[in-house]
């Protein structure tokens, strides 16, 4: 007797990007981190080009996780590399083709997110879709750079859901426009702060006073500490936090989280992983303990053009780049968007349960409520 299972699997383009109903976004409750206006998604595909592809895996009561790509343009990746550069905060994870980015300060394939389990499968299939391209016929060496955060909480992470198929999908249907947030994606099954996390997104852009430039940030939110939203305590005055008394020693704030920084200021490696560091650094905003069992990682990448270095290349060739005394602004650009993409993680995540366990959505009503009480004027 064959066992058949169903899988219902949702393939979200960023262009279809309505929130749950009843959620909002961060700036829909006045929260507005900083001082730089967003672009007008509020997305990271502000960042002209990029394009973000989500496969969300939701099977009976256990399968709860998924994919979601980020593409930094709409070429040929492999052939026209874009410079990148990675910072580890707390390196509890795997972030698979780190040390090649490290190395040569260029990213050569779509950035995915997944789950931990996940990073083998999604490596296969980013590779399979890398050689699958027009022009890479004779490539034989590819450098997938996929990072993962543990959705074991809440999926049935053994059962190894996700599969290289669900990867070239992923990517396939990437777009720009509005990124869908929340329980999607690489964060289906991911908690943050003990309630439900997932995929959140936000931007900024720079005054043409400091280039008007843009940056973008994604976050995959599955990391503790104490929640703090707009300088107010929430999850203390909730009663929900890391290391409360008389609740298990398992409470510590562990988790982790990936974030995907993307801009179109001419940076080069050294700047990006300047870059990258403030977005990991951005999460103490938000209460972070960066905890020993917390996997937090940043991934920078700059779309400028003249940056772009082909494969095969070993001619010299001009480049732009911004000094170091101007990039001050991006840091305080990615500091703003990283706290603001974290809240609309949260914000925007619905409650879940499943026979691996259960988590509620952050209480907006709540919060509102904390916010209005508590918040400097």
Same mark, same amino acid.
């Given at each position: 007797?064959?066992? !058949?299972?169903?899988?219902?699997?949702?393939?979200?383009?960023?262009?279809?990007?309505?929130?749950?109903?009843?959620?909002?976004?961060?700036?829909?409750?006045?929260?507005?981190?900083?001082?730089?206006?967003?672009?007008?998604?509020?997305?990271?595909?502000?960042?002209?080009?990029?394009?973000?592809?989500?496969?969300?895996?939701?099977?009976?009561?256990?399968?709860?996780?998924?994919?979601?790509?980020?593409?930094?343009?709409?070429?040929?990746?492999?052939?026209?590399?874009?410079?990148?550069?990675?910072?580890?905060?707390?390196?509890?994870?795997?972030?698979?083709?780190?040390?090649? !980015?490290?190395?040569?300060?260029?990213?050569?394939?779509?950035?995915?997110?997944?789950?931990?389990?996940?990073?083998?499968?999604?490596?296969?299939?980013?590779?399979?879709?890398?050689?699958?391209?027009?022009?890479?016929?004779?490539?034989?060496? !590819?450098?997938?750079?996929?990072?993962?955060?543990?959705?074991?909480?809440?999926?049935?992470?053994?059962?190894?859901?996700?599969?290289?198929?669900?990867?070239?999908?992923?990517?396939?249907?990437?777009?720009?426009?509005?990124?869908?947030?929340?329980?999607?994606?690489?964060?289906?099954?991911?908690?943050?702060?003990?309630?439900?996390?997932?995929?959140?997104?936000?931007?900024?852009?720079?005054?043409?006073?400091?280039?008007?430039?843009?940056?973008?940030?994604?976050?995959?939110?599955?990391?503790?500490?104490?929640?703090?939203?707009?300088?107010?305590?929430?999850?203390?005055?909730?009663?929900?936090?890391?290391?409360?008394?008389?609740?298990?020693?398992?409470?510590?704030?562990?988790?982790?989280?990936?974030?995907?920084?993307?801009?179109?200021?001419?940076?080069?490696?050294?700047?990006?992983?300047?870059?990258?560091?403030?977005?990991?650094?951005?999460?103490?905003?938000?209460?972070?303990?960066?905890?020993?069992?917390?996997?937090?990682?940043?991934?920078?990448?700059?779309?400028?053009?003249?940056?772009?270095?082909?494969?095969?290349?070993?001619?010299?060739?001009?480049?732009?780049?911004?000094?170091?005394?101007?990039?001050?602004?991006?840091?305080?650009?990615?500091?703003?968007?990283?706290?603001?993409?974290?809240?609309?993680?949260?914000?925007?995540?619905?409650?879940?349960?499943?026979?691996?366990?259960?988590?509620?959505?952050?209480?907006?009503?709540?919060?509102?409520?904390?916010?209005?009480?508590?918040?400097?004027?």
């Amino acid at each position: 007797m064959r066992l !058949v299972v169903c899988v219902c699997v949702a393939v979200s383009t960023a262009v279809v990007a309505a929130q749950p109903p009843g959620r909002p976004r961060a700036r829909d409750l006045g929260i507005a981190p900083g001082v730089f206006d967003p672009g007008p998604l509020n997305a990271i595909t502000d960042v002209a080009g990029v394009r973000v592809g989500q496969v969300t895996l939701r099977e009976g009561r256990r399968i709860r996780t998924g994919v979601t790509a980020v593409v930094p343009h709409g070429g040929n990746l492999f052939q026209q590399k874009v410079p990148g550069a990675v910072f580890v905060g707390n390196a509890f994870g795997k972030l698979a083709g780190s040390t090649q !980015v490290q190395e040569l300060g260029t990213i050569e394939t779509p950035v995915v997110l997944t789950n931990t389990l996940a990073v083998g499968a999604v490596v296969e299939g980013v590779v399979q879709w890398t050689l699958a391209q027009p022009g890479n016929e004779q490539v034989r060496s !590819v450098n997938p750079l996929v990072g993962e955060t543990n959705d074991g909480g809440l999926n049935d992470i053994r059962a190894l859901a996700v599969r290289p198929e669900h990867v070239r999908r992923a990517i396939a249907s990437a777009a720009g426009g509005a990124v869908e947030e929340g329980s999607v994606g690489a964060g289906t099954g991911t908690r943050a702060f003990a309630w439900k996390g997932g995929i959140g997104t936000s931007s900024r852009r720079l005054p043409d006073a400091y280039g008007g430039y843009t940056v973008g940030i994604l976050v995959q939110s599955n990391y503790g500490g104490v929640l703090t939203i707009d300088g107010v305590p929430v999850g203390r005055l909730l009663g929900q936090y890391a290391y409360q008394p008389r609740r298990p020693a398992a409470e510590r704030g562990d988790g982790s989280c990936m974030i995907v920084v993307a801009t179109d200021a001419p940076l080069d490696a050294r700047d990006l992983e300047r870059l990258a560091a403030r977005a990991v650094f951005g999460l103490a905003r938000t209460g972070s303990s960066y905890s020993n069992g917390s996997g937090d990682y940043a991934v920078a990448f700059s779309t400028h053009p003249s940056l772009r270095v082909t494969f095969g290349a070993d001619a010299p060739s001009p480049r732009t780049l911004l000094p170091t005394d101007g990039v001050s602004p991006l840091f305080q650009a990615v500091l703003e968007a990283t706290e603001e993409a974290v809240y609309n993680s949260l914000f925007t995540a619905t409650s879940e349960s499943t026979d691996i366990g259960t988590v509620d959505a952050l209480p907006v009503d709540r919060v509102r409520d904390l916010l209005t009480r508590y918040r400097p004027r």
